[in-house]
């Protein structure tokens, strides 16, 4: 199996290290995630020099305190790096500080969080020796910032050598048209469209990773990607087709040549981005003259025989089943939501009115009207997963919530109705799960 398209980005020397750097490897070479490192693994650092991607604090003094929030702006604002506190400053030996009774990673959050805006992305673990577990090395890993400039305290911060410095208006530039470029790639990839024959009415979830570069990929992480993925699709009851685009694989939750009857897919690109589209459940025949009838009733509306109908049970039933193959590849992958930014869309569906026989949809439908997609241009505000709001995202949650929103219910409205009724149709929706997606 093979990518066919994969477009090798030209990366200076010093980009390539930033984006695979970790100053802490297996025995095999490899570089380790934060995630990763254990107490023993600090004696690496023995043999390294502070530098554009490292620097050591030995202690965290209130000197210290002061400087962390302008050394992870300066880390965010280049190519990322490590910050490694309990590192003698000498011999780069290991020097342990105390346990808190707080959380490191809370300290330093809120050290950012007052000090540095927007908010830098980074992890923070206390790494305890296992000979003395009230003490051990705080190490922090800063990512690299999607929307630069972190500005520290009023000041922009990068680094030069092994310290950081305010910008200069030549890099200013460059961190504004970084952030420029980030948000254009974003709106360009919630553009991707998955080939259907007719018009279908579709609900869209796009998943963009946000890492510095677009990985290119290896036939065997390509092939475990893949299997991963098909893991994925059995764990919810189902096989799936895998077809070949130009730069990305298709994964159809079914396939039915004969008569190309829409089926689920969700889309995977060679960075771990994907898109998931789900065809909407329309009434047919007799289902849809009830529906229309019922609605017609409730609120006077005059039926036509050009109204699309949509089972909201149905729909949500495929949309939460696809979406939960995406936590699950997630999962398999150890990958992290928060690495994304999501979008959702409603393709074709302008006009499309939703339909449910739960009581209180029919109640709502006599006060408020009936719900439909209210414009042509249907996708939503991008949300970044890291920002702290979605530290418990999982997809299918997300997708089932936010697929009433697009249908006209808002979420977190002040009004009572907007709120029970939502409840009320994701309870339709566990009725409806075995809907084939």
């Avoid at 470029?181 to 709106?187: D, G, P, V």
């Avoid at 079914?254 to 459940?281: G, R, W």
């Avoid at 499309?352 to 209180?360: A, C, G, H, R």
């Amino acid at each position: 199996m093979r990518f066919m398209g994969i477009t090798v980005e030209r990366l200076t020397a010093q980009e390539a290290v930033c984006m695979t750097f970790s100053p802490f490897t297996d025995d095999q070479g490899n570089p380790k995630d934060l995630a990763n490192v254990t107490f023993a693994d600090l004696a690496q650092l023995a043999d390294m020099d502070e530098g554009y991607v490292l620097e050591f604090k030995q202690s965290l003094t209130v000197g210290v305190k002061r400087k962390i929030p302008k050394i992870i702006a300066s880390f965010a604002n280049s190519r990322g790096g490590w910050l490694v506190i309990g590192i003698a400053d000498d011999d780069h030996a290991v020097c342990p500080v105390p346990r808190l009774s707080a959380d490191y990673g809370q300290l330093i959050g809120e050290l950012c969080r007052r000090h540095v805006s927007p908010a830098p992305p980074f992890d923070v673990r206390f790494i305890a020796d296992p000979d003395a577990p009230d003490q051990g090395v705080v190490v922090v890993r800063v990512d690299e910032g999607r929307f630069p400039p972190y500005v520290a305290d009023g000041v922009v911060e990068i680094r030069e050598g092994s310290t950081s410095g305010p910008a200069a208006g030549s890099a200013l530039v460059e961190l504004y048209d970084k952030a420029t470029r980030r948000a254009a790639q974003i709106t360009d990839f919630c553009r991707r469209t998955v080939y259907f024959s007719s018009a279908v009415p579709l609900f869209d979830l796009y998943l963009f990773r946000t890492g510095s570069t677009r990985e290119t990929s290896s036939r065997e992480v390509i092939n475990a990607r893949a299997d991963a993925m098909r893991r994925a699709f059995e764990a919810q009851g189902f096989s799936c087709h895998i077809q070949h685009a130009h730069d990305s694989l298709i994964f159809r939750a079914s396939v039915a040549f004969a008569d190309m009857m829409p089926h689920s897919a969700i889309e995977l690109f060679p960075d771990e981005s994907m898109k998931l589209t789900v065809p909407a459940v329309l009434l047919e025949g007799r289902e849809r003259e009830g529906a229309l009838a019922e609605l017609g009733t409730a609120c006077g509306l005059a039926a036509t025989d050009k109204m699309d109908v949509m089972s909201a049970a149905s729909t949500l039933a495929r949309v939460t089943r696809m979406a939960s193959v995406l936590d699950r590849y997630v999962r398999y992958r150890e990958a992290r939501w928060r690495e994304y930014a999501t979008a959702y869309e409603l393709e074709n569906m302008a006009g499309v009115l939703l339909w449910s026989d739960e009581p209180l949809y029919i109640d709502y439908v006599r006060s408020h009207g009936p719900l439909f997609c209210g414009t042509t241009d249907c996708r939503s505000r991008v949300r970044y997963l890291d920002d702290g709001e979605h530290d418990s995202f999982r997809a299918r949650q997300f997708a089932g919530s936010h697929f009433f929103e697009a249908c006209g219910l808002p979420l977190g409205s002040p009004d009572d109705d907007d709120n029970r009724l939502v409840d009320a149709l994701l309870r339709t929706e566990r009725g409806a799960r075995r809907e084939r997606a």
